[in-house]
Nanobody, 121 residues
């Protein structure tokens, strides 16, 4: 069973950048497709990006395309979310998730505790 720990969140001004990291332990990292989700105050959790086990395929939701990049380094058991040109509407708790069978993890897959990203205007 894999455990996920996110880091890299913080407070940044609009137009700035942050890089989130998610380190996995307790499993074989290449068994998992990985994803990032986010949840803003008062809103439901939403999908942000996903990457397959090898890192050869990524998919990002339309609202972050061209600004965010997802990647992984399997030798480090780590996935990243590079966030550029940040906007106040990107403010949310960002969660890392893993699934052995799904491209987009579901509630019954593996989740981290989240890291707060706050973008000031």
């Amino acid at each position: 069973q894999v455990q996920l720990v996110e880091s890299g969140g913080g407070l940044v001004q609009a137009g700035g950048s942050l890089r989130l990291s998610c380190v996995a332990s307790g499993g074989t990292f290449t068994d998992y497709n990985m994803a990032w989700f986010r949840q803003a105050p008062g809103k439901e959790r939403e999908f942000v990006a996903t990457i397959n086990w090898s890192g050869s395929t990524t998919y990002l939701t339309n609202s972050v395309k061209g600004r965010f990049t997802m990647s992984r380094i399997n030798a480090k058991n780590t996935v990243y979310l590079q966030m550029d040109s940040l906007k106040p509407e990107d403010t949310a708790v960002y969660y890392c998730a893993a699934s052995e069978s799904k491209v987009v993890p579901a509630e019954n897959d593996y989740w981290g505790q989240g890291t707060q990203v706050t973008v000031s205007s």
